[in-house]
């Protein structure tokens, strides 16, 4: 690529087939970087974490708990507010992309900063879930919820599009501000949309064709 301004052209100016090129060109990189971070086993630990709250019900039990939200919502925060500060210093260096000791500073950071957060944010709208102004805000959310693969999908191509050079181009064009305005612009949206996608089918349009394949056959999208 070239180093990380180089990346960064690319991103802002490059056209689509540019992208697959750079995209393909680092494939081998990236995922020997995951390896390095030790993203395998984080991500793995936190599959088996959510598989043993989901389990008989599990995590009905812990979020009845208020005294154990709190704990974990400040347990979380205390390191993990630091660490992802940390960490968002370091990738807007540009260190982010490179290996070395740099990479065990990367690592430490990701692993205390990072989940640690998650589960604080969790703890919190669990929390927040329980007062009648939480209680309107999840039934606002569970379209959005119910889906949450498709409108993952559909936010990666918005970014894209208004990042990438194949669209409008504004990576490093605006700051923190005005991105975090217009990801709960997106997010908006894609309440409205959700809302309005399940009034008349029963799945989100990627979790129609998740669902199809697991089962080996079409189902019944069309609400009756």
């Known amino acids: 690529i070239g180093g990380f301004e180089e990346f960064v052209k690319k991103l802002k100016y490059g056209n689509y087939i540019d992208h697959l ?5 680092g494939v081998f990189y990236r995922y020997g970087d995951l390896v390095f971070q030790s993203r395998i086993p984080k991500v793995l630990g936190m599959f088996i974490l959510g598989y043993l709250l989901g389990k008989d019900d599990r995590y009905k039990q812990l ?33 982010y992309y490179n290996l070395g000791i740099e990479g065990w500073y990367q690592t430490v950071l990701y692993a205390f900063g990072v989940a640690p957060l998650a589960l604080a944010y969790v703890a919190l709208f669990f929390l927040f879930a329980r007062s ?12 959005v919820g119910k889906m949450a693969f498709t409108n993952y999908i559909l936010h990666s191509f918005i970014g894209g599009f208004i990042f990438y050079g194949f669209g409008l181009g504004l990576v490093r064009e605006a700051g923190p501000v005005y991105c975090t305005i217009l ?11 959700s809302k309005l996608w399940l009034r008349y089918f029963k799945y989100g349009p ?3 064709l998740w669902r199809s394949g697991t089962y080996g056959k079409w189902q019944q999208q069309v609400r009756s």
Request: proline fraction near 5%; charge should be positive; charged fraction near 10%.
């Open 183 to 193: 990801a709960f612009l997106v997010f908006t949206g894609q309440i409205i949309f």
């Open 206 to 208: 990627v979790e129609w």
């Open 132 to 143: 009648a102004a939480g209680k309107k805000c999840v039934a606002i959310l569970q379209p």
């Open 21 to 25: 090129q750079t995209l393909l060109s």
């Open 63 to 95: 979020i009845a708990n208020t005294k154990l939200l709190w704990s974990v919502a400040i347990g979380g925060l205390l390191p993990g507010l630091p660490c992802n500060y940390l960490l968002a210093r370091y990738m807007e260096d540009g260190k």
